[in-house]
């Protein structure tokens, strides 16, 4: 198992996968040139457009970029350079560029043809075309306009809305031309859309979307009068139109000259720009004075608190996630907002969201600027006739020739899937504005792509989302937006982000039995009377089949009783004969241990005064062992009491005191280890005073389950043995693997391994900690002023395989702590551990004390090292942020710990604190899921089955159990008895994600 950290920071909310980017720029200050130098020789450059993979599209009426020949249209890569496998060259400049999703490029302008390959003749394409990802020309696209094309809008159903001067279409070989005032809808193919003929009486320069489909556009015209009206509606500079074609009568701005550029903001706020002085919209009784500048709301009223006042014309807009607003024009200065005084503004300029001047941005081209886009880093792309520019007072102008790339602020965005039925994409800062966006998802690490839809606004935010989906487990994510860009910001760009995602899903909390439910076998076993129901239920186990076992009170009336259940079967209650008791009937019942074969044992009372241990291994129900049993051996020796147990699935291991001066029994000889099966009932494994290892057996001491959380014993087959602790009358200690029989020393005092430090030896052992019957461990102190031993790095945790010898260094006191992806914590060192527990596949877990750059509540924390990783991971730290808990607490200390095996990582029981904690939601149980996080499972004051969970009895070894596990399996399965605020109680499954 590899419990791995995170890859990337996450913003956590409960139950959440989050997967986050943050894009920056370079550290110069925005508006300053980043070094591309795109060296464009020719009149201007009229668009710019970002492709998903950072590729650069502009357009224009040029011949060569940075020396290479590239009539009206070029490519640069990312970093600034010449794509040089991508020449179109159109006959004439090109006003417009839109990517398509599917990478293709629609290319808008003046020309007549292009010509991609030299050798071949040119390819008719009159003022629209769309181009393949590498150039060419697509084949199958041919609208045909007789005259120019300035804008380009892609709409969400694939269609293409186009403007500009022209007044017919002849699109893919039609036989006669359709006449078409200036502005068009196309079909996905090129084909002309019939239903759409909104028949402007002047040139179209600028489109825009708007959320409810609307589509906003502006120009030289006066009026429209879409096929079958009767009248001209008259509509000066700017209109919107319904998805028909239809003229939307209520709105209407009326500038009095032409509107060259459309933004529109996220919330719904329209700005425009162009050559207008004044607008009076909707009918207003005056005009309203507004130079080249201004902001709609959605209704086409004017903004009153929006006045930049340029004082030359805008060709360009776009807009920043955070409000700010870049135009590029003929403009020298602006006056914004009724200001004293107008300040310079050389063609390029922002504002900041209420129309006030960035007094930090301030470019300074040497002459216009058509074009203004924004780049997914946030960087600025500018083009138009400018040779120079002279940023933020520079003492002297640079040349820059018609295209510049400038530098911005941090544009911080992310990817998000907070409940696996959504993703979201989160925007801000200088990220551009994006008018559209799509997701998508990648399941073969993005060979191939399926889309997930159309993502809708986060309110009026600058986010994004789509709900309602069914995600894989993993995948990758990819999320693309269109930006707006080119003069009459005509062009659009396509931003992208993508990640990779680890789901995470909710844990499944599954209520299993509650009180008040019918008891199983009520009416039918005989001591259980109809309609009894559960009173008291106690914490339960589980295995690895899924199944549960649990104590229970049952009350019928004035009738109670005290039963084990197995799932919803009764296997023994009390009242009910004891098997090989004499006649005994129990009277008391301990908590079950459950086998992964559905066995169960238990310790009881009898009727008779008698503790034994019973236990259903073996097919019916019998007596392993009790009280006052006489054993074969030690030959005449009875039974005190049995102290624990652990039940395997051939046997059962008991530990307990012999009666003194019976059989030859003394208090140097007086406890047991011994293994009972079906078959041939208890034989001895160890007792104390018997000869051991050249020496005589002190005391020994298996695996008591003294603490929550501790994993099972080795014994799990007929040979397996139990890890045991032994002190020899000469004073040694031995780790033993014991077994009727079979006694294996592992390690002893004075002795070395492969993994402890050239010249060091055991000095002292832990309790042994085994699991699965393949892995062994434990603390080890190491013989001090031996190998540079001292008191201060002596602990160490141990651990080995089945045929190993405590042979795998864990980690050592003294040693650097590490983080959560495994580098040291500054100035942190191990201090001390406790028990150390494992899995069969080698993954250890343990809580650690530590020295250093520690205060009283950080000082403790759990660690997890999974099985050949090269240092262990940190998964929790006291005063640390708790995963998936909100914002404010942190961890208080911890309660349990747990290491299953199988695909389940560690499980901790903790106590949190902070502001926002109480008493009735301090507590809880965390788990490592499959991709190695650290999850929230179940914690106090959750709703579980429509009810608040006042507390939780979870990670619990059986009382009086050689270190069986109780309440989770190694199938990620974990049981817990919740009480709730109600006063009603229940056994609840969790699965860990």
């Given at each position: ?384 006739l400018f040779s120079t520019l002279q940023p933020n007072g520079a003492p002297v102008a640079t040349a ?379 603390l080890v102190k190491l013989k001090t002023g031996v190998g540079g031993v001292t008191t201060a790095n ?200």
């Open positions: 198992m590899n419990h791995r950290p995170r890859l990337s920071v996450a913003l956590c909310t409960s139950l959440a996968l989050v997967w986050s980017l943050s894009l920056q720029p370079a550290a110069a200050a925005p508006g300053e040139p980043d070094g591309t130098d795109a060296g464009v020789s020719g009149t201007s450059v009229l668009t710019t457009a970002v492709q998903p993979d950072g590729k650069i599209l502009i357009g224009g009426d040029f011949t060569t970029v940075q020396g290479v020949s590239r009539p009206y249209l070029a490519r640069l890569l990312a970093d600034g350079t010449l794509d040089a496998s991508f020449q179109p060259r159109p006959s004439a400049a090109v006003y417009s560029v839109s990517v398509q999703p599917d990478g293709k490029i629609l290319v808008a302008g003046d020309f007549v043809t292009l010509q991609p390959d030299l050798s071949q003749p040119a390819i008719s394409r009159r003022r629209i075309a769309r181009l393949l990802p590498d150039g060419s020309v697509d084949a199958g696209f041919d609208p045909q306009a007789n005259g120019p094309v300035y804008a380009v809008l892609a709409l969400p159903d694939g269609r293409i809305v186009l403007g500009g001067a022209f007044d017919s279409l002849r699109p893919n070989g039609a036989p006669v031309a359709t006449t078409r005032q200036f502005i068009a809808r196309l079909e996905p193919d090129g084909s002309l859309d019939g239903g759409f003929n909104p028949m402007a009486n002047h040139v179209v320069l600028c489109l825009a979307l708007e959320p409810g489909g609307g589509i906003l556009l502006g120009g030289l015209f006066t009026g429209l009068q879409p096929a079958g009206a009767p009248t001209m509606a008259e509509r000066q500079y700017v209109a919107r139109l319904l998805g028909d074609g239809s003229v939307d009568e209520d709105f209407d701005p009326k500038a009095d000259n032409w509107v060259g550029s459309l933004a529109v903001q996220p919330d719904g706020k329209i700005v425009i720009g162009g050559a207008f002085t004044s607008l009076q919209p909707n009918g207003a009784l005056s005009a309203t004075t507004r130079w080249r500048l201004a902001r709609l709301h959605g209704d086409g009223s004017l903004d009153g608190g929006f006045n930049p006042t340029a004082n030359g014309n805008v060709y360009g807009l776009a807009l920043q996630a955070d409000g700010k607003i870049l135009a590029g024009g003929t403009f020298t200065t602006l006056q914004p907002n009724g200001a004293p005084a107008a300040t310079s503004r050389s063609f390029v300029a922002r504002l900041l969201p209420d129309g006030s001047l960035d007094a930090g941005f301030d470019p300074r081209a040497g002459d216009w600027v058509y074009s203004v886009a924004i780049q997914g880093d946030g960087k600025i792309l500018i083009g138009g820059w020739h018609r295209f510049a790339r400038l530098e911005n602020d941090p544009a911080p965005q992310m990817l998000e899937i907070p409940d696996g039925a959504t993703v979201g994409w989160r925007r801000g800062g200088a990220a551009p504005e994006l008018g559209r966006v799509t997701f998508d998802l990648s399941t073969d690490g993005g060979a191939s792509w399926s889309p997930l839809g159309e993502g809708s606004r986060v309110g009026t935010t600058a986010d994004w989302e789509r709900t309602g989906l069914s995600l894989p487990a993993t995948g990758l994510l990819r999320a693309r937006g269109l930006g707006l860009g080119g003069i009459y910001s005509g062009s659009q760009g396509l931003i992208e982000q993508t990640a990779a995602f680890d789901l995470i899903v909710d844990p499944v909390i599954q209520p299993l039995i509650r009180k008040g439910d019918a008891v199983p076998g009520a009416g039918v076993h005989p001591l259980i009377p109809a309609g009894a129901v559960f009173a008291t239920l106690y914490p339960p186990a589980t295995n690895g089949s899924g199944q549960v076992a649990y104590r229970a009170k049952w009350k019928a009336g004035t009738a109670s009783g005290y039963g084990i259940f197995l799932d919803s079967s009764a296997v023994v209650v009390t009242g009910e004969a004891a098997p090989d008791s004499g006649g005994a009937t129990f009277k008391s019942l301990g908590d079950p241990q459950l086998s992964d074969g559905g066995r169960v044992a238990f310790l009881a009372i009898t009727s008779a005064g008698t503790k034994g241990l019973f236990t259903d291994l073996g097919g019916s129900l019998r007596r392993a062992v009790a009280q006052g049993e006489t054993l074969a051996a030690p030959a005449g020796a009875r039974v005190k009491p049995v102290l624990t147990f652990h039940l395997g699935e051939t046997g059962i291991d008991w530990q307990g005191r012999l009666v003194d001066g019976v059989g030859g029994v003394t208090k140097a000889s007086d406890t047991v280890l011994h293994r009972w099966t079906p078959a041939g009932g208890s034989v001895q494994t160890l007792r104390e005073g018997q000869a051991l290892m050249g020496s005589t057996l002190k005391a020994f001491y298996p695996l008591a389950a003294s603490a929550p959380g501790q994993t099972q014993d080795r014994n799990d087959g007929p040979d397996g043995g139990v890890p045991v602790l032994a002190v020899l009358a000469t004073g040694s200690q031995h780790v033993l693997e014991a077994a009727p029989g079979a006694v294996t020393s592992v390690a002893q005092t004075g002795g070395t391994s492969a993994g402890t430090p050239a010249g060091t030896v055991f000095g002292a052992f832990g309790l042994p900690f085994g699991a699965d019957g393949e892995w062994i461990g434990g002596a602990l160490a945790i141990l651990a080995g395989s089945a045929s190993g010898n405590y042979d795998t260094l864990v980690a050592r006191q003294g040693d650097a702590a590490t983080d959560g992806a495994g580098a040291p914590l500054g100035g942190v060192t191990y201090k001390g551990f406790r028990q150390p527990l494992f899995s069969g596949e080698g993954d250890t877990a343990y809580l650690a004390a530590l020295a250093g750059a520690v205060t009283t509540g950080t000082d403790t924390g759990i660690w997890s090292r999974p099985a050949g990783a090269v240092a262990p991971l940190l998964l929790a730290r006291e005063g640390g942020e708790v995963a998936e808990a909100g914002v404010g607490p942190v961890w208080g200390k911890f309660t349990a710990l747990a290491q299953p095996g199988g695909a389940t990582g560690p499980l901790i029981g903790g106590a949190l604190a902070g502001a926002t904690v109480t008493r009735a939601n301090d507590a809880g149980l965390w788990g490592v899921d499959s991709v190695g996080a650290l999850r929230v499972l179940l914690r106090e004051g959750a709703t579980v089955d429509g009810k608040t969970v006042k507390a939780l009895h979870v990670l619990k070894a059986v009382p009086g159990s050689l270190g069986a596990t109780r309440s989770f399996n190694d199938q990620g399965e974990v049981v817990a008895l919740v009480l709730y605020t109600n006063g009603s109680s229940a056994i609840v499954r969790v699965t860990v994600p």
